[in-house]
């Protein structure tokens, strides 16, 4: 779905809330157990992502800033993955939560062997709309994700314990080792969550 006058309500009121709930300062399990139904609530409407940070690109997938706190503790973005693309085995040092927004996609977790080689382990997850996973360096930190689709477009909301875009991650390649990464962002801009002139609120 595409929404060329989305309403920032749903992603306003879901960054107050996960705000409020990192300020209470939880141990990392707490705190993921009760941002996942937050998430869970923000993924189960489409309404709100405006078409410009849905939009994918022919070759790669994209990840689009759509909230990053003023702190950096957390970081809110959309991935949008064209036909048929995916990651490379990667990590991301920090816990993360990945809600499924559009369409549906496939991870598939990996272990770190002695010799820094990555192998496949564990059961491939599918995502569907609504559906949200978990992420943590102490809980499984490195898989590859893809588009379940080679024919349509997917879009899952990301949510970080830092400002994503600046953390510094590794890829694994098939021969082993790591190259070191820092993802930046696809768009140039950030939505203004504060904008309340589209809600029916502006004086």
Avoid: C
Avoid at 7 to 14: E, G, K, M, Y
Avoid at 57 to 85: M, N, T
Wanted: no cysteine; charged share 20%.
């Amino acid at each position: 779905m595409t929404n060329a006058a989305a309403s920032a309500t749903p992603l306003r009121d879901f960054v107050v809330a996960l705000t409020d709930l990192i300020g209470l300062g939880l141990d990392e399990a707490a705190l993921l157990a009760r941002a996942r139904p937050l998430l869970e609530a923000l993924v189960a409407r489409d309404d709100w992502l405006p078409p410009e940070l849905a939009e994918p690109h022919p070759q790669f997938y994209r990840q689009y800033l759509l909230h990053a706190d003023a702190l950096e503790r957390f970081s809110v973005v959309s991935f949008v993955w064209g036909p048929g693309q995916h990651t490379p085995v990667h990590d991301h040092t920090v816990w993360g939560l990945i809600g499924m927004l559009r369409g549906e996609e496939v991870a598939q977790p990996y272990v770190l062997g002695a010799d820094g080689i990555a192998r496949p382990e564990g059961e491939v997850v599918r995502l569907l709309p609504g559906q949200v996973e978990a992420v943590s360096p102490s809980i499984g930190d490195v898989h590859k994700v893809s588009n379940a689709y080679t024919d349509a477009t997917s879009i899952s909301i990301h949510v970080y314990g830092a400002n994503i875009g600046a953390v510094r991650r590794s890829v694994f390649p098939p021969e082993g080792g790591r190259k070191l990464f820092i993802s930046g962002y696809s768009n140039a801009w950030v939505p203004n969550l504060w904008d309340r002139s589209k809600d029916g609120a502006a004086a």
